[in-house]
């Protein structure tokens, strides 16, 4: 898993409830309601980066990752 998955998967985003947010650098580096805008506001601060864009939800979500197939 790489480090901005792991930071993802421990943060608490609550004060982006119903918001889209965009995650690079192991933060948030945009949010707001329109996805579009969101993500390509990520890419503008971070262009070397990969941008996990995520919509958090109103309500508590579990997130389960697996490691894989070997």
Do not use: H
């Not at 480090?3 to 690079?24: H, P, R, S």
């Amino acid at each position: 898993m790489d480090k901005n998955m792991e930071w993802f998967v421990q943060a608490d985003l609550g004060e982006y409830t119903d918001e889209y947010v965009a995650i690079a650098r192991q933060s948030v580096i945009s949010s707001g309601d329109d996805p579009e805008r969101v993500y390509l506001e990520a890419e503008k601060k971070c262009p070397k980066e990969k941008v996990i864009l995520w919509k958090v939800p109103k309500d508590e979500v579990l997130i389960l990752l697996g490691k894989g197939k070997k």
